[in-house]
């Protein structure tokens, strides 16, 4: 039954007209979000445990890059993570 199903879906998405034309280029998640962080001023990601700039995003795979938010990029650790950080990325413009 399911076969059967599949077998239609896709019969269906050949017959469309703008699935018969060639891909110009594939994209990734990762190449969608970093326009969109550069496209909307932000910096790079944070979530709890991390943050990352958009020169290099994602260093963690996008294994966690479902609870990441856009943010702003603050230089120097703050006194609340005193890990000695470079750069923290933040909710909110500095």
């Known amino acids: 039954m399911t076969d059967d199903w599949g077998n239609k879906f896709f019969d ?4 469309r007209e703008d699935a018969q034309r060639p891909v110009e280029r594939l994209v990734s998640c990762r190449d969608m979000v970093i326009e969109y962080l550069k496209e909307n001023g932000y910096s790079g990601l944070f979530c709890d ?10 260093p963690c795979g996008g294994e ?4 990441c938010n856009a943010g702003y990029i603050r ?3 703050s006194d609340d ?3 000695g950080c470079d750069f923290h990325i933040v909710p909110e413009r500095s």
């Open 49 to 58: 445990e991390c943050g990352c700039r958009i020169e290099d995003l994602m």
């Open 81 to 83: 993570c005193g890990m």
């Open 12 to 15: 269906d998405l050949k017959s």
């Open 64 to 67: 966690g890059a479902m609870d």
């Open 75 to 77: 230089y120097g650790c």
